[in-house]
């Protein structure tokens, strides 16, 4: 198994940037493909990006494509989501997810069986 913890979350004003991170720890971080994933107040948590095993291939949201970039540093077991042109409509608790050994990367969360705890990412002036 592997355990999650984000940090990084905080208030920006629009147009702003933060920087999400995800330490793992437990089994050998790169064995799993990772994701980020966000819900907003009084929404469904949605998908934002994923990464392959050793970073190779990125896939996004459309709606944040061209603003955020996930990148991993196996050597340190952590996952990143550098997030630019912050909006409003970012504004929701963001987590981190990791698939099961071996599998391919996936933008269903169902297909995630660990998670951090996120962490709230506000995006207001």
């Known amino acids: 198994q592997v355990q999650l913890v984000e940090s990084g979350g905080g208030l920006v004003q629009p147009g702003g940037s933060l920087r999400l991170a995800c330490a793992a720890s437990?089994?050998?971080?790169?064995?799993?493909?990772m994701g980020w994933f966000r819900q907003a107040p009084g929404k469904e948590r949605e998908f934002v990006a994923a990464?392959?095993?050793?970073?190779?291939?990125?896939y996004y949201a459309d709606s944040v494509k061209g603003r955020f970039t996930i990148l991993r540093l196996n050597a340190e077991s952590t996952l990143y989501l550098q997030m630019n042109s912050l909006k409003s409509e970012d504004t929701a608790v963001y987590y981190c997810?990791?698939?099961?050994?071996?599998?391919?990367?996936?933008?269903?969360?169902?297909?995630?069986?660990?998670w951090g705890q996120g962490t709230q990412v506000t995006v207001s002036s």
């Open positions: 437990g089994q050998t971080f790169s064995s799993y493909p």
């Open positions: 997810a990791a698939r099961a050994m071996g599998t391919a990367f996936s933008n269903k969360q169902d297909q995630y069986p660990y």
């Open positions: 990464i392959t095993r050793l970073g190779r291939q990125t």
